[in-house]
């Protein structure tokens, strides 16, 4: 099992600058970032956008893999955003690995101006999306029209320092989405389905596992190609209660067959609440354990 950490954007550089490093020096798999313009009831509060962020982390980090957790469509256009990608992969000597999803619903559904999509659009939007930036990295020179998106002679010269691309982590949980993890990811990430009990979302992670099993079936891919990543705490627990919470919720990911997990450093509140002596127990007592 392999065990990430989300670092939010939410602190100046001088506060989360030390949270990096250190999660590379406690041997975290990958760290992460979210992808937003403002995100639920920290909108108001300071908040820093996820790719000079990454930028930043890449520069005080020298081996942990580092991502979006997950780069949205309701603000990003493929044809920039494919620049930026290839910049970040550069920068960080090809420790990227670039999460996708098909844009929230909140502050950023609307902070430009127009409403959010109903969801069958979002979806739409979303493989509009993941073709176009899978087509600008993997290609030169790129004209493309869809419904959402456009690119007129597109360059990006000189690509990702990762072949043939950067690796996408694609969020999905419904048929359609879980299709394009099965074509362009080489991870899927989920959340869950929405639940106040635990067992109910476990419950709701179990039955994801098997609609992903299905769509690789659907595209003729081998199940074991594809690294599974599930958020520990979209679960109505966070993951660093405790260090025996935490180790109980890797042990449940790995039996529905999760590669991946994936925890938040902890806030002092509102979301993510908790406190770093746990983070710390956990890093030291707990991922040696979880690898063996």
């Known amino acids: 099992m392999r065990v990430g950490i989300v670092i939010l954007p939410d602190e100046p550089w001088s506060v989360t600058s030390r949270r990096w490093r250190q999660a590379e020096e406690w041997g975290f798999d990958h760290a992460w970032t979210y992808d937003h313009l403002g995100w639920r009831d920290l909108v108001d509060g300071p908040w820093f956008d996820a790719v000079p962020t990454l930028a930043a982390a890449a520069s005080v980090t020298s081996r942990i893999p580092l991502g979006t957790l997950v780069a949205s469509p309701n603000f990003r256009h493929p044809v920039h955003f494919a620049r930026e990608v290839t910049a970040l992969d550069d920068i960080s000597a090809g420790r990227l690995l670039l999460g996708v999803g098909a844009g929230g619903l909140g502050f950023d559904a609307t902070v430009l101006g127009a409403g959010p999509l109903p969801p069958r659009a979002r979806v739409d939007r979303y493989a509009e999306f993941v073709e176009l930036l899978d087509l600008l990295l993997r290609t030169d020179r790129v004209t493309w029209q869809g419904r959402y998106f456009q690119a007129v002679d597109a360059r990006s010269t000189p690509g990702c320092r990762q072949r043939p691309r950067v690796p996408f982590v694609l969020a999905a949980n419904g048929p359609r989405s879980l299709d394009l993890v099965a074509r362009y990811g080489a991870g899927w990430v989920t959340t869950g389905t929405v639940f106040d009990d635990l067992a109910a979302w476990w419950a709701s992670v179990a039955q994801l596992a098997q609609r ?81």
């Open 212 to 292: 992903c099993d299905a769509a690789l079936d659907r595209a003729g891919r081998d199940s074991g190609s594809l690294r599974r990543y599930l958020s520990l705490d979209s679960a109505p627990v966070f993951s660093l209660t405790s260090a025996d919470v935490f180790a109980d919720a890797v042990g449940r990911a790995a039996a529905l067959g999760f590669t991946d997990v994936i925890t938040h450093w902890p806030r002092r509140s509102s979301w993510y609440a908790g406190d770093e002596r746990v983070l710390a127990e956990v890093a030291t007592d707990v991922l040696p354990q979880v690898r063996a």
